[in-house]
């Protein structure tokens, strides 16, 4: 299948008892057995597997071309579930420029736990490849970033990891499969905050990872199983059903995305776009190599420098609304600095470009001519 049809078809089935086109949504913690040790079915209890839950796990692992999908409870659990894998002494080799909350996770829940982070610019290969010693079990890529839209170059990664033995993930959350397969490209698990483009209506929290083999999603359920981190019925058919027609919202996010920045970019008071669709972006190359598209993150900074602009800025949008969380139908608006990123350290913020005046844009899928007018009655 083609990937529009693999959104609506891949890893599904009728339900087989009532012909049912779209899974049930079976709320229930557990389910009967005939005798002990004998159940009904292939399900005992909804932590270890729910139904639901297996057609969003199957589709998930459909649109990003894996052998098994795995959904959590929330984009930061699937991050935890395979950080598990690692023990104290080794070391894993993260990008610069990270979600706020990953960073947390990295530096203040894992501070402890005897495993090493390195952050480095993705893009310096040398100094990548000078870091990896005996020690070094995985090499961790956002991209393109949040929020200031950097790209690594995942197939050239791939063949460093492979060449070392190392588990190469990739969080996919902002380009999404409909853009980009980093499985396809090298790497060995791919990571998702489903709650953003992959569910797409700002009602669910969940999220993914999807495994290149079906020894490393056999290991990574079994730890999943174990912790519990594991995704309710309900949530996993929203998320499914968001599924169904990422393909037609992705489109309407690039467009859009891509109007927006090539507005910002010409406007007098903004100094920089950060944009992957824009040739004046310097991961443009690597973006056309690997992306089907450019896809509807924009961010930007200001002329003045001045915090108080993008404050104002924010306080004036009616149509994008300022909130955190990204990917949905509905434009939203974010200050990083002050909002997403705010548990990371000002100096470190400013070392990788999240400056006190940039501004953070989902842009949605309304009209066009909306979005813009909103953007120019703020700015003025």
Same mark, same amino acid.
């Given at each position: 299948m083609k990937f529009n049809t693999k959104t609506i078809h891949g890893g599904q089935h009728h339900d087989p008892t009532t012909g049912s086109v779209m899974p049930p949504i079976f709320q229930t913690s557990t389910f009967a057995q005939t005798s002990p040790g004998k159940p009904i079915g292939d399900y005992v209890y909804s932590r270890t597997a729910n139904p639901t839950r297996t057609a969003l796990e199957e589709a998930l692992a459909s649109i990003e071309n894996g052998a098994r999908g795995l959904a959590f409870s929330s984009g930061l659990a699937a991050t935890d579930c395979l950080l598990r894998s690692f023990k104290a002494g080794d070391e894993i080799i993260a990008m610069d420029d990270l979600y706020g909350g990953t960073y947390r996770m990295f530096t203040k829940v894992y501070n402890n736990s005897g495993i090493k982070f390195h952050y480095v610019d993705m893009n310096d290969l040398d100094n990548v490849q000078s870091l990896i010693n005996e020690n070094t079990k995985m090499i961790w890529v956002e991209t393109p970033t949040n929020p200031i839209m950097k790209l690594a170059d995942i197939a050239a990664i791939a063949k460093i990891t492979k060449a070392n033995n190392?588990?190469?993930a990739v969080d996919n959350t902002f380009a999404t499969p409909y853009l980009q397969n980093p499985l396809d490209l090298g790497a060995d698990v791919v990571m998702h905050s489903a709650t953003k483009y992959l569910a797409g209506h700002s009602d669910v929290v969940a999220g993914a990872l999807i495994t290149k083999t079906a020894e490393l999603g056999k290991q990574l359920h079994f730890q999943q199983f174990a912790t519990g981190a594991t995704l309710g019925p309900m949530d996993s058919f929203l998320v499914l059903r968001g599924i169904k027609?990422? +393909?037609l919202r992705m489109q309407r996010h690039c467009e859009n995305g891509e109007k927006v920045a090539e507005f910002l970019d010409q406007h007098p008071k903004i100094k920089t776009v950060y944009y992957a669709g824009l040739a004046? +972006?310097?991961?443009?190359?690597?973006a056309k190599k690997q992306m089907s598209g450019f896809g509807g993150m924009v961010s930007f900074?200001?002329?003045?420098?001045?915090?108080q602009d993008s404050v104002a800025f924010l306080e004036k949008v009616k149509i994008f609304t300022l909130a955190e969380s990204l990917g949905g139908v509905e434009s939203l608006a974010n200050h990083p600095a002050l909002m997403t990123h705010a548990s990371i350290p000002e100096e470190k913020r400013k070392e990788v470009g999240i400056t006190d005046d940039l501004v953070r844009l989902s842009v949605g899928v309304e009209d066009i001519e909306d979005l813009l007018e909103d953007l120019k009655q703020a700015l003025a």
């Amino acid at each position: 299948m083609k990937f529009n049809t693999k959104t609506i078809h891949g890893g599904q089935h009728h339900d087989p008892t009532t012909g049912s086109v779209m899974p049930p949504i079976f709320q229930t913690s557990t389910f009967a057995q005939t005798s002990p040790g004998k159940p009904i079915g292939d399900y005992v209890y909804s932590r270890t597997a729910n139904p639901t839950r297996t057609a969003l796990e199957e589709a998930l692992a459909s649109i990003e071309n894996g052998a098994r999908g795995l959904a959590f409870s929330s984009g930061l659990a699937a991050t935890d579930c395979l950080l598990r894998s690692f023990k104290a002494g080794d070391e894993i080799i993260a990008m610069d420029d990270l979600y706020g909350g990953t960073y947390r996770m990295f530096t203040k829940v894992y501070n402890n736990s005897g495993i090493k982070f390195h952050y480095v610019d993705m893009n310096d290969l040398d100094n990548v490849q000078s870091l990896i010693n005996e020690n070094t079990k995985m090499i961790w890529v956002e991209t393109p970033t949040n929020p200031i839209m950097k790209l690594a170059d995942i197939a050239a990664i791939a063949k460093i990891t492979k060449a070392n033995n190392i588990l190469f993930a990739v969080d996919n959350t902002f380009a999404t499969p409909y853009l980009q397969n980093p499985l396809d490209l090298g790497a060995d698990v791919v990571m998702h905050s489903a709650t953003k483009y992959l569910a797409g209506h700002s009602d669910v929290v969940a999220g993914a990872l999807i495994t290149k083999t079906a020894e490393l999603g056999k290991q990574l359920h079994f730890q999943q199983f174990a912790t519990g981190a594991t995704l309710g019925p309900m949530d996993s058919f929203l998320v499914l059903r968001g599924i169904k027609t990422l +393909h037609l919202r992705m489109q309407r996010h690039c467009e859009n995305g891509e109007k927006v920045a090539e507005f910002l970019d010409q406007h007098p008071k903004i100094k920089t776009v950060y944009y992957a669709g824009l040739a004046s +972006h310097p991961y443009h190359e690597i973006a056309k190599k690997q992306m089907s598209g450019f896809g509807g993150m924009v961010s930007f900074d200001f002329v003045s420098g001045a915090k108080q602009d993008s404050v104002a800025f924010l306080e004036k949008v009616k149509i994008f609304t300022l909130a955190e969380s990204l990917g949905g139908v509905e434009s939203l608006a974010n200050h990083p600095a002050l909002m997403t990123h705010a548990s990371i350290p000002e100096e470190k913020r400013k070392e990788v470009g999240i400056t006190d005046d940039l501004v953070r844009l989902s842009v949605g899928v309304e009209d066009i001519e909306d979005l813009l007018e909103d953007l120019k009655q703020a700015l003025a």
